[in-house]
């Protein structure tokens, strides 16, 4: 907020930095997952399904009917539609779900975000926010899609010690991707945050309530289709977690600063709900006596 001017003329680096980001983060990423396709089919299906139809719903109905501001109501489904997080597999190992299938599901999100993402934001922004769906589409392809294969080909193809000190290599520099992302995008929004009102608390509290109910309908819906907690827990973060950084560039490039405030407000929570569920998981295992592959008894 302090150097908003300095961060405005940094917006051109996004897109580049967000590739690379992309690209570091897929070399941990291998084709393995692929096999849980025969597996878990309709798990894999219905994830899909909850991340980009159901939880946009969701967003549209809460948004239309607090806030009734149709650029806040385009931001909060665009949100939710980005593809889940890739930090979701890292939960999903700390918790003991389901590897593999976490793994699938990220991998084939991620590659149907180029093609989902603008669909949504199109049906999202309707005749009053003109949007070039096209330039969306190739943007995510170049920042998502092609380093996210690439860094899951060199995984696959290239040697193992090599792979892994490139990986190590790069985490830092992930680290202040993560942060040059924020603190560029955060100037698109700087004009509404040195202004606090009750607008802003009210969009913050919002955000809380959809991020928070995403992992809760998460956790519900799991124990009554699968009632397995490895799958449960895979499914609470599939389709808690969302990559945010996506949204937060789609969000500053092809729409107005309104739109951003409730994408950007999504990273103040996604982790510390991800760490509150991580313990809401041990106690729910704790109290049906679960093991990985365990089934929930009523």
């Not at 509404?192 to 309908?217: E, M, P």
Request: proline letters at 4%; charged letters at 10%.
């Amino acid at each position: 907020m302090i150097f908003e001017k300095v961060g405005g003329h940094l917006l051109f680096l996004v897109p580049w930095i967000f590739a690379f980001m992309t690209f570091a983060g897929s070399l941990s990423i291998n084709f393995e997952g692929l096999k849980t396709l025969k597996k878990y089919p309709k798990f894999i299906f219905i994830t899909i399904l909850f991340l980009h139809v159901l939880m946009p719903i969701w967003a549209y109905v809460l948004s239309a009917l607090i806030v009734n501001d149709h650029l806040l109501t385009v931001g909060f489904i665009l949100s939710v539609a980005v593809p889940t997080g890739v930090t979701s597999f890292i939960w999903i190992n700390i918790c003991k779900g389901n590897i593999p299938l976490g793994l699938s599901i990220i991998l084939i999100d991620t590659i149907l975000s180029p093609l989902i993402i603008p669909l949504i934001a199109k049906l999202a922004a309707g005749q009053i926010v003109a949007i070039d769906t096209t330039s969306i589409m190739i943007d995510l392809l170049w920042m998502i899609a092609f380093p996210s294969m690439l860094g899951m080909l060199m995984n696959e193809w290239g040697k193992s010690e090599f792979v892994k000190k490139l990986s190590r290599t790069f985490a830092p520099f992930q680290k202040v991707s993560i942060f040059l992302i924020v603190f560029i995008n955060s100037s698109v929004i700087a004009p509404y945050l040195k202004n606090i009102s009750w607008d802003i608390v009210g969009i913050i509290l919002l955000v809380l309530v959809v991020s928070l109910s995403g992992y809760t309908f998460c956790l519900i819906i799991g124990h009554f289709l699968w009632r397995r907690i490895d799958l449960i827990t895979t499914f609470v973060f599939t389709g808690g977690m969302r990559n945010i950084a996506v949204g937060v560039v789609v969000a500053s490039t092809y729409f107005p600063s309104r739109v951003v405030l409730p994408v950007v407000f999504g990273m103040l929570f996604q982790q510390v709900l991800a760490s509150q569920f991580s313990k809401g998981l041990e106690k729910y295992r704790e109290k049906f006596n679960l093991n990985v592959g365990n089934e929930v008894k009523s």
